[in-house]
C-alpha cells in the first residue's frame, strides 16, 4: 500500500492524524524525515507563547513533555505544579519525585520513559483545570501523543484519564484496566493513581505498584 492509501486506511479506523518521523521507505527510496524529538519541538515553539486559556495569565512559562520519545509508554498527568512551573519540565516536585523513585523501583527508569501533561500552565494554587482550560490544551497533548505513537498512554489519575478519554472516570473502580484510544484505536490507555493522591493515601500504595507492574508486563507484551 502507498503512503496516501495507508492514510485514507487509516482515517477509516479512526487514526486521523499520522507524523511520518525518521527515515522511511517511500516507493524503494529511503527518505529522511525530522526526527521524533525535532517534531516534539516544532510543536513546542508553537505554542510556547499560547494564550488559549487564562492559566498563561499567571503561569511562569509552558511546560512541555520531557523524556524519551521513542519510549512504548507515555505518562500523562493533570498539570504542572510550582516546581515544573520554575523549572519548565513536568513532575519534579514532590509528586514527581516519588513517581521517579516507583519507576526505578519496578526497572523501568524515568529516563527511559516520556512524561507529559494534560494542561501545560500551571493552574493557580495547583487547582484542576477546569473542562474550558483542558477543552484549550488538549489539541496539544492529542498531537505530542501522535508524534511519540507510544503502544501504551498511562493516565496518572482521573483528570488525564477524563481529558484522554473524554468521559467520566471513577479511578478507583477503572485503575489497572485498558481501554482503546479514541483517537488512534491501536494505542491502549492504561489507568491508575496520580503519584499526590499516593502520597496523601500511603495505603493506596500497593495498588499503585500493583498497577506499574502490570503495565511494565503490557508494554513488554506479556499481557
Ligand atoms: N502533577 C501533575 O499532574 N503534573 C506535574 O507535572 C506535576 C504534578
Do not use: W
Not at 28 to 55: E, I
Not at 73 to 88: K, T
Request: charged share 25%; glycine share 10%; with cysteine.
Amino acid at each position: 500500500m502507498g503512503v496516501k492509501e495507508t492514510v485514507k486506511a487509516l482515517s477509516v479506523i479512526g487514526i486521523g492524524e499520522i507524523y511520518i518521523t525518521g527515515k522511511v521507505k517511500v516507493g524503494g527510496n529511503v527518505k529522511s524525515y525530522p526526527n521524533k524529538r525535532q517534531v516534539l519541538r516544532a510543536l513546542f515553539d508553537s505554542y510556547k507563547d499560547c494564550t488559549k486559556c487564562d492559566l498563561h495569565k499567571s503561569r511562569r512559562q509552558v511546560v512541555f513533555g520531557d523524556g524519551n520519545p521513542d519510549s512504548p509508554v507515555v505518562f500523562v498527568g493533570e498539570a504542572p505544579g510550582e516546581e515544573e512551573d520554575i523549572q519548565g519540565k513536568p513532575f519534579v516536585g514532590r509528586a514527581g519525585r516519588y513517581l521517579n523513585e516507583q519507576l526505578k523501583r519496578i526497572g523501568m527508569p524515568r529516563e527511559t520513559v516520556y512524561i507529559t501533561n494534560v494542561n501545560k500552565c500551571r493552574p493557580p494554587g495547583n487547582r484542576k483545570p477546569n473542562y474550558i482550560e483542558m477543552q484549550a490544551c488538549l489539541p496539544y497533548l492529542r498531537k505530542e501523543l501522535s508524534i511519540i505513537n507510544p503502544k501504551v498512554i498511562c493516565c496518572l489519575g482521573a483528570t488525564a484519564a477524563e481529558g484522554i478519554l473524554g468521559k467520566k472516570i471513577q479511578i478507583t473502580k477503572m485503575r489497572g484496566q485498558l481501554f482503546p484510544y479514541p483517537y488512534n484505536p491501536s494505542v491502549k490507555v492504561f489507568l491508575t493513581f496520580h503519584p499526590a493522591f499516593i502520597l496523601r493515601n500511603l495505603n493506596a500504595e500497593g495498588e499503585f505498584i500493583e498497577d506499574l507492574i502490570k503495565l511494565k508486563e503490557i508494554v513488554k507484551g506479556g499481557l
